[in-house]
């Protein structure tokens, strides 16, 4: 009983990791290792610091920052991939089309990480806070959350990657874009 409270928190805290892994896989990106993990500890630390201080910062500050800031840049990530989706549309595009799709299907850069990894921790501040205030203890609610993470965001990426979702083609932007803004406007609600 003393690890399924931690780990319900680790999985509900790392399904966004599912999803933008699915969306990396759509657009061709693969996730390395070295990858996952940086975006795992920078999603670890973020959400450490907030069970670990959210018992004394949490009469501070309002509950609902830290979601509305997770959402407001997932949502910012999605309208990005949606205008790029949009570009590709119009004539003068539409020749460099291959040209931005192979540019962005090697790697993610260093920022894109850091921004991804600082995207879903303070995504997760809301969800520490609360998890301070409950009561969870603070090493295996993360060590929970950091597995989750690695293992939600490895195969969210591979299940991108596969045929079924390749048939999406084209609209890999569109639908990344979709899934991203969809993801940030669910967490701003639910």
């Given at each position: 009983m003393l690890i399924f409270t931690p780990l319900l928190f680790g999985i509900s805290a790392s399904l966004d990791a599912l999803i933008?892994?699915?969306?990396?896989?759509?657009r061709r990106v693969r996730i390395c290792l070295w990858q996952n993990f940086l975006i795992s500890l920078i999603t670890l630390l973020g959400t450490c610091m907030s069970v670990g201080l959210g018992g004394c910062l949490s009469p501070l500050l309002p509950s609902f920052i830290?979601?509305?800031?997770g959402s407001a840049v997932l949502i910012c990530f999605g309208i990005y991939y949606l205008v790029k989706a949009a570009l590709q549309f119009l004539p003068r595009h539409?020749?460099?089309k291959n040209l931005i799709i192979s540019e962005i299907q090697s790697s993610l850069s260093v920022p894109e990480i850091i921004s991804l990894g600082t995207a879903l921790s303070i995504n997760n501040?809301?969800?520490?806070?609360s998890a301070?205030?409950?009561g969870l203890p603070l090493?295996?609610?993360a060590a929970t959350t950091l597995v989750c993470s690695v293992s939600f965001l490895f195969f969210g990426n591979r299940m991108g990657?596969?045929?079924l979702f390749r048939l999406a083609g084209s609209r890999a932007d569109l639908l990344s874009g979709l899934l991203l803004t969809g993801l940030g406007i669910c967490e701003l609600y639910f």
């Open positions: 933008v892994g699915m969306t990396y896989g759509l830290g979601p509305i800031l539409r020749n460099r501040m809301g969800i520490g806070f301070s205030i409950a090493i295996p609610t990657s596969m045929k």
